[in-house]
């Protein structure tokens, strides 16, 4: 049988795990400048912590661990032979793998609540998993780079977090990304506008997907969930905005004027744009998109998603907004937090698009000794403790190369490998050490080797 991997999954060579660890460091470097500190938690949580967390779309997606040994034994028979797999997956399984970070950083913070100073700033770059559709920038298994902050209200926060996103992606070269931003309160004060309070997440689930469906069907969704006709047409502006961003607030304000908390939504949105506006931004775009709603239940505030570059066919790079009660479901009220993700896979995507890959090295030796003579192996095994012992990088040719053929071998590894200094024979105490990028040879000691590799 022919190896293979799940559907939704990869494998990285060299290159790209170098290439990924530049944009990870890269993001890493940014948490800590804007001042977060890093946690990990497990890869699986108790199936009770993830589920109900995401609406009934996430709950599909999450990944169920079977239980260990034999989980049918304990499963009730008349539900086996229903063969309602809903009804049972609680019987058989207690744990799934993590959907995404911040639920499980929600469950952290209040089991260590005792622990953690206020604000609690975090960030945390680990896999999480979705048994989603694969396809293009979407995968079963991927990376997500998260920063939370808990234990605050004040607005600053959104603030400084759209000066993060600035920050990482103009360092990553992908000037151009439009930040767009929303506030569930406008969502809800919407819904109350035009009557249809009741269906808020199937009106608000139904919304987000005006760029990828088009607004017939998205119409045709809403109708199929229940909102009526009458309240279709009350939301017909808002698929036509297309002012300034406090244009659009303006028009907004005006259209939710009796809503309590549509017009509490504004001001929020209002005060961040317009401090953004004052600070500026270094690269990137910020957009006031009233269509903006991402299906997680649990924001209730700032909404968050981030856009390539125009020229590049992507979903979002990165998403996140505000979740004043998200703690609460674990028993600690009162702790409002906010927090984005970076799409580490979909931006790698972008990265290799747009051909911004160029100065990342693969990690290599600064020097190779090559192995033509068996007697001196021991001898340059020595040598390379010592240049390892002085911090730097250095490899040993391990299969002995005596025919021509061989030797040529090992010379070409030293080319396709990139490496700078070629240790190539010894004699006596002395190396010969050739400079591969100006064809330079110098016979030298161990001290000299030192310092000319330093």
Not at 32 to 54: A, C, V
Not at 190 to 213: P, R, S
Not at 251 to 267: C, D, F, P, Q, R
């Amino acid at each position: 049988m022919k190896p293979s991997i799940p559907k939704g999954t990869r494998d990285f060579s060299p290159t790209e795990v170098a290439n990924r660890t530049y944009i990870m460091n890269t993001i890493k470097t940014a948490f800590e400048t804007y001042g977060f500190q890093p946690i990990e938690t497990p890869s699986f949580e108790n199936s009770s912590t993830l589920m109900g967390k995401y609406g009934e779309e996430g709950d599909r997606l999450i990944f169920k661990i079977l239980n260990s040994g034999d989980f049918l034994k304990k499963a009730d028979d008349k539900l086996l032979s229903e063969k309602n797999s809903l009804k049972v997956t609680s019987q058989i399984s207690e744990k799934a793998l993590r959907y995404d970070l911040t639920v499980p950083f929600a469950r952290y913070v209040v089991q260590h609540q005792n622990d953690i100073t206020f604000p609690f700033k975090r960030y945390q770059i680990q896999p999480v998993w979705r048994a989603d559709r694969p396809q293009k920038g979407r995968f079963r298994e991927f990376f997500q780079c998260d920063a939370d902050v808990v234990g605050s209200k004040s607005l600053w926060q959104e603030v400084e977090f759209i000066q993060l996103y600035d920050t990482v992606f103009t360092n990553l070269g992908l000037a151009g990304t439009t930040i767009k931003m929303n506030n569930r309160k406008i969502l809800s004060g919407i819904a109350e506008v035009i009557g249809a309070q009741d269906k808020l997440i199937d009106f608000t689930v139904a919304l987000d997907k005006l760029d990828k469906i088009g607004k017939e069907k998205v119409e045709a969704e809403m109708l199929s969930k229940g909102v009526s006709e009458e309240a279709i047409q009350k939301v017909q502006p808002l698929f036509t905005f297309n002012g300034t961003n406090l244009e659009n607030l303006d028009a907004l304000a005006a259209m939710l004027a009796i809503s309590e908390e549509g017009t509490k939504g504004v001001a929020e949105l209002r005060f961040v744009i317009n401090a953004v506006n004052e600070l500026g931004l270094a690269t990137a775009n910020l957009e006031v998109d009233v269509t903006l709603a991402r299906g997680l239940n649990y924001y209730t505030g700032a909404i968050f998603e981030v856009v390539a570059p125009k020229g590049v066919q992507m979903g979002s790079i990165g998403g996140g907004g505000r979740y004043d009660d998200l703690t609460g479901i674990f028993g600690l009220k009162d702790v409002s937090g906010v927090g984005i993700s970076f799409g580490l896979d979909r931006i790698y995507l972008v990265l290799e698009e747009l051909g911004l890959f160029k100065s990342v090295d693969l990690p290599k030796p600064k020097v190779i000794f090559l192995n033509f003579d068996a007697s001196t192996d021991l001898v340059k095994m020595k040598a390379i403790k010592v240049l390892r012992e002085n911090n730097i990088k250095s490899e040993f040719y391990p299969d002995l190369g005596e025919s021509n053929k061989a030797q040529k071998r090992q010379w070409k590894y030293v080319t396709n490998r990139a490496i700078e200094f070629v240790v190539s024979k010894l004699e006596g105490d002395l190396f010969t050490l050739k400079n591969m990028n100006s064809s330079e040879q110098f016979d030298c000691s161990l001290a000299e080797l030192i310092e000319k590799l330093s």
